[in-house]
């Protein structure tokens, strides 16, 4: 009898978590669908919306400019992410576990980039480049990507490993792996849920960051949303639109076919044991 | 024989996860850090830039009056949003963290999307949809909902979308990357003791996520206080919060070392506040404090 | 406590190293005498200012590559020229209010116009400090209104302030386009020093920000009915009157006798630039009659270049952005030296509000 009841009681909160989640997602999707619907508007810039069009698309192709600055922070993004998602981990992992000189200080450091304005930081790190010579470009601009966003990981990743014990890595260590070797099979799977999280806000913050990239960029290239917002100014052109629509549907139908082709795995590794 | 030992057993991998990023923070955060104080002291040359002349001169302007007020303002705002963050983002990261793995990273990713498009652009298409003779005031004026368009563009509601919905991944991130740790044999045994789902939730599920939810204060409230975008494109500029009047110190006012001043400032708000917190809420593992 | 000390005086050291080598290291000298010429062009201007055309014509005549990086606010271009702009740039983009500033600072390089003859075709009048800028394209910033939804006739810059307009205004930004039309509606000099006369100017624009629904986008807002009056730049009313078409209602005010400032956007060279004899054929290229009359057709802005004005297409001509009678009565953006820390304080106060 009270089995039922949880279950009921189980399918009822699924529901309503359900409904829940699409309302948010909703809210969340909304200023995109309006986005990639403007991408079709006839007009020079996105004041109303005055008809439907696909030359912004087709203008798209002869622009370089749109699609160079977007392959210009989609590098930058992915190798941010990769930096400080390393540095991120290790670190959490090593200031939760080592004690040593200074610690406090770094633990301190870690919350500035965070608290900080971020045209605070780019101005002082375009200063210090400028003094020391170091031309502005795409090194420069990771390394301002990078320094918030190690941060960001490492605070994200404390949350995860807070509280957690020793006594997996220990027994590990104990049947004769090394730490590098515990570290991969044992402490990494286990944290993997922080690491991911941390990898996503970190590409989030990268691809997106506009204080940065505008303070420390070099003459050749821009990212996407530095010339994004230097059309603030006077209207952002619908071929912006077209391009950020063209980079949803490109996620969209990759995350479509990952789960199609794990599907078709999970299938074929069923038929195969049951053989 | 000994040290040798004791270097490669405890120095060195102390070294080599901590490292890097002690390494990273010195110089790309400390460093530029110290030159902000430093040019905080400093005085204003004519373009606005620094001149390394000694002067309390920023430290003076900002007993101005119209300082504590944008001051006061900002935190009311962002603890607003932080709050509301909070209470939408939990039961939804608890819906996620409770899914298996597989499905939970792809809801996780769902998430993000939106964010790589561009937070300008999507602010515009906020604009977009609710001016006056924008879809939503069409659709409520034909179906007789209201006669004359409703200005919901430029207002104080607007910018509060806006600000949650530009926060809220910061939010649901860590807490459930707190709440997925949850082992559920807790739940289970905490059942079978007898206890009713919200004493569940209250006593064990909460305090157990608690790291979780500090981490997402940390990462909405502070950068609430700082951010200007949102309250620039929703708000129509006509209010400034801190984030805006020390962004301006840097652009279109020109002042150096007074947002160097407010920079300071700010970080001596934001660490007395996160002091109190930490005390008041009697966190001990907070090493990150 | 010793290996604090120890620590925070090494970081001092160093602090006194970095104010100490002020840019040396930072730039090699400029050698303008390069043997070989330059091959590579690096600008610094305005998004959507110049015709992707016009570049490209000009890449190819000259079988060089030209790198366009856009700035968002006027500030960026400042920063970059007071910050060693010249590492990165061959020309940037700036205002005629700065140019005195930069000049006494050093920031820009001289001009050499035996390169650039084209330049004669500049009226003169709009030109301040000749040797060490090339104007480009002007702005008048003035109010347009939708006659059939703005329950006020703005004849002057009081007309704005009338409570019947509140929540009506959309404006540009910015306490040099916004304190000088405060000043001159109280018959104050537009780039005036006196503190008493800014803070009269501040209750002024009290009011005016009472009326105001939003700053920026302010031609947007129009087109879209938020708001029924703007004060902008005529360039972009001229967008917002073709993009209504035979719907056009717009009308700018007809001012009696108050002047609307004019101002213009010029390229410099930044100290240190590179590629200098790329960038004097640039500008002579652009001050072409027949290259800015074409620039002209897509970004129909108000040009200093007279000789470009008379080879501009009709429609330019004949723009109605630009068809008012007191195009004379103008005031341009002077340099107010140290008080524009008065009109920063008082701008600030505007909108930090209660």
């Not at chain 1, 939760?96 to 200080?105: A, C, V």
Request: with cysteine; aromatic share 12%.
């Amino acid at each position: 009898m009270s089995i039922s009841k949880k279950q009921k009681r189980k399918r009822l909160e699924d529901v309503i978590g359900a409904i829940y989640s699409i309302a948010i997602y909703t809210i969340l999707y909304v200023p995109v669908f309006v986005m990639m619907i403007f991408s079709f508007n006839n007009q020079r810039y996105n004041y109303y919306w005055n008809g439907f069009t696909t030359q912004w698309y087709s203008k798209l192709f002869t622009n370089s400019a749109v699609i160079g600055s977007l392959w210009y922070s989609l590098v930058i993004a992915v190798l941010a992410t990769v930096i400080s998602v390393a540095i991120g981990t290790i670190g959490a992992l090593g200031l939760k576990k080592y004690e040593f000189r200074g610690k406090k200080f770094v633990n301190n450091m870690l919350y500035i980039p965070i608290i900080v304005p971020e045209i605070v930081m780019a101005v002082a790190l375009l200063i210090i480049f400028m003094k020391i010579g170091l031309a502005l470009g795409m090194g420069t601009i990771l390394i301002g990507h990078c320094t918030f966003c190690i941060p960001y990981a490492v605070v994200t990743i404390k949350g995860r490993i807070s509280g957690d014990g020793y006594s997996l890595e220990e027994a590990s260590m104990d049947l004769g792996a090394n730490r590098i070797q515990t570290f991969i099979n044992v402490t990494l799977p286990s944290i993997m849920p922080g690491v991911m999280s941390a990898a996503f806000l970190s590409f989030t913050l990268s691809i997106d960051d506009v204080v940065m990239s505008n303070m420390l960029a070099g003459a050749k290239n821009s990212t996407l949303p530095v010339l994004i917002l230097s059309m603030n100014k006077s209207g952002i052109t619908p071929d912006v639109n077209a391009l950020t629509t063209i980079m949803i549907l490109v996620i969209v139908i990759a995350m479509v076919l990952n789960n199609i082709i794990k599907y078709a795995l999970k299938k074929r590794n069923k038929a195969e044991a049951t053989i | 024989m000994n040290k040798k030992n004791i270097f490669k057993r405890k120095t060195l991998p102390a070294l080599a996860m901590a490292g890097p990023v002690s390494l990273w923070m010195i110089l790309f955060v400390a460093l530029p850090m110290l030159y902000i104080i430093y040019i905080s002291f400093m005085s204003r040359g004519v373009f606005g830039d620094v001149v390394y002349k000694f002067s309390l001169e920023s430290y003076g302007t900002l007993l101005d009056s119209t300082y504590f007020k944008v001051i006061v303002k900002s935190i009311n705002a962002a603890l607003k949003t932080t709050v509301l963050c909070l209470l939408i983002g939990y039961p939804f990261a608890y819906y996620i963290a409770k899914k298996p793995k597989e499905v939970a990273s792809r809801l996780i990713m769902l998430i993000m999307i939106p964010f790589w498009t561009n937070s300008l652009m999507r602010l515009n298409s906020w604009l977009l949809l609710f001016q006056t003779s924008g879809p939503v005031n069409q659709f409520l004026q034909s179906t007789g909902f209201i006669n004359a368009p409703m200005s919901f563009v430029y207002t104080d509601g607007l910018v509060m979308v806006g600000m949650i919905t530009t926060m809220l991944p910061f939010a649901v991130l860590p807490m459930y990357s707190s709440i997925e740790k949850l082992s559920k044999s807790l739940l289970e045994a905490s059942a079978d003791l007898g206890a009713s789902r919200r004493t569940t939730f209250f006593r064990i599920t909460l305090p157990l996520t608690f790291p979780g939810i500090f981490s997402s204060i940390i990462l909405v409230f502070i950068p609430s206080l700082g951010i200007y975008t949102v309250t620039d494109m929703l708000g129509g500029g006509k209010v400034l919060y801190i984030g805006n009047i020390i962004k301006n110190q840097f652009g279109a006012i020109r002042n150096w070392p007074l947002g160097a001043a407010l920079s300071v400032l700010l970080i001596v708000i934001t660490g007395m506040l996160i002091y109190i917190y930490t005390r008041f809420a009697k966190i001990e593992d907070m090493e990150v404090v | 406590m010793k290996k604090v000390i120890s620590i925070l005086l090494t970081m001092v050291l160093i602090m006194g190293l970095f104010t100490g080598c002020t840019g040396t290291k930072a730039g090699s000298t400029v050698d303008s005498s390069n043997a070989a010429p330059s091959t590579e062009l690096n600008i610094y201007m305005w998004q959507q200012y110049i015709s992707d055309d016009l570049i490209a014509k000009f890449e190819e005549e000259n079988k060089v590559k030209v790198n366009l990086s856009y700035m968002s606010d006027n500030a960026d271009a400042i920063t970059k020229l007071t910050a060693g702009g010249g590492q990165e740039y061959d020309l940037i983009m700036t205002c005629d209010a700065y140019m005195e500033s930069l000049v006494k600072g050093g920031y820009v390089e001289k001009i050499n116009f035996e390169n650039i003859p084209n330049a004669s075709n500049i009226n003169e009048s709009y030109w301040t400090a000749k040797e060490y800028c090339v104007p480009y394209l002007m702005n008048y910033i003035y109010i347009i209104y939708n006659k059939d939804t703005s329950p006020v006739e703005i004849k002057s810059y009081n007309d704005l302030i009338n409570p019947a307009l509140k929540g009506q205004i959309a404006s540009i930004d910015g306490a040099r386009n916004l304190f000088p039309i405060a000043l001159v509606a109280l018959g104050y000099d537009p780039n005036s020093t006196n503190e008493s006369e800014i803070a009269e100017a501040y209750e002024w624009l009290v009011k005016y920000n009472q009326n105001v629904v939003a700053y920026g986008n302010a031609e947007q807002n129009l087109t879209n009915g938020t708001a029924s009056v703007a004060f902008t730049y005529d360039g972009n009313a001229s967008w917002a009157m073709s993009e209504l078409g035979e719907k056009n209602n717009l009308v700018i005010a007809d001012f009696e006798k108050d002047p609307v400032q004019l101002g213009f956007d010029l390229y410099v060279v930044p100290k240190g630039a590179k590629h200098v004899d790329l960038a004097e054929k640039f500008l002579n290229y652009i001050t072409d009659p027949k290259v800015m009359a074409a620039n002209l057709v897509e970004y129909p802005y108000s040009c200093p270049n007279d000789a470009a004005v008379e080879a501009a297409s009709d429609t330019y001509k004949n723009d109605p952005a630009r068809d008012f009678d007191y195009k004379k009565n103008v005031f341009f953006q002077k340099d107010v030296g140290e008080a524009i820390t008065i009109y920063n304080d008082y701008y600030q106060k505007l909108k930090v509000g209660e």
